[in-house]
C-alpha cells in the first residue's frame, strides 16, 4: 500500500465533517433508545410509538450519512489510484498529515464507542419489550375464559358458574 502523506484534500474534510454529522445522529438514537426504555417501564405505548417514528427518521438519516461516507472514501479511492477495500479509515489517515489522521482517527474510535453503546441499548431496550409482552400474554391468559366455559350455551341457556371467585349472572338480559 502507497503510504505517502498528501496533504489535506477536501475530499478529507468533507470525511470528518460527515464523521462529525454520523457520531450526532448516533448520539441522538442512544437518546431515543434510552427514552424508549423509559417508555417500556412505564408502559406507554404513546410514548414508544412516537420514539419508534423518531426513530424510523433518525436511522434514515445516519443510512444517507453512511452512503455519503462511502462515495468520499470512494471519491478518495479513485483519487489515490487504490481499491476502494484498501480505505479503511486507518489506512486513509497514513495518507493525510498527523493532525488530520489524529481527528480522523478519534472520530472513528468515538463511532465505534458510541455503535457499541446503541448495540447495548438497542438489546436491552429489546429484552425490556419481551419481558413486557410476556407479562402482557400472562395476564390475558389469566383473565381469558376458556372456550368451553361460556356463561350462556348455544342455545341461550345459563350455564353453571366458571370457577370459585367468578361473577355469577343470575338471569339474562
Known amino acids: 500500500m502507497h503510504t505517502t502523506t498528501v496533504g489535506t484534500p477536501p475530499l ?9 454529522q454520523e457520531q450526532g445522529a ?4 442512544h437518546d431515543l433508545l434510552e427514552q424508549e426504555q423509559k417508555a417500556v417501564k412505564a408502559l406507554s405505548s ?5 420514539v419508534t417514528l423518531q426513530k424510523l427518521t433518525l ?3 445516519i443510512h444517507s450519512l453512511e452512503q455519503k461516507r ?16 484498501e480505505l479503511t479509515l486507518r489506512a486513509i489517515a497514513g495518507r493525510i498529515e498527523a493532525q488530520e489522521a489524529g481527528t480522523l482517527l478519534r472520530k472513528r474510535d ?3 464507542k458510541t455503535i457499541t453503546e446503541v448495540c447495548d441499548a438497542g438489546e436491552f431496550t429489546g429484552f425490556l419489550i419481551a419481558g ?4 402482557f400474554q400472562q395476564l390475558l391468559a389469566a383473565c381469558r375464559l376458556p372456550e368451553q366455559q361460556t356463561l350462556y350455551s348455544a342455545t ?3 350455564q353453571p358458574a366458571l370457577a370459585s371467585g367468578q361473577a355469577f349472572v343470575g338471569r339474562r338480559g
Open 156 to 158: 341461550g341457556s345459563l
Open 132 to 135: 413486557a409482552l410476556d407479562c
Open 46 to 50: 404513546q410514548t414508544m410509538a412516537e
Open 70 to 85: 462511502t462515495e468520499v472514501v470512494e471519491g478518495l479511492a479513485a483519487e489515490w489510484a487504490v481499491s476502494r477495500e
Open 12 to 20: 478529507i474534510e468533507t470525511l470528518i465533517e460527515v464523521l462529525a
Open 59 to 61: 436511522l434514515e438519516e
Open 110 to 112: 468515538q463511532l465505534n
Open 26 to 29: 448516533l448520539d441522538k438514537l
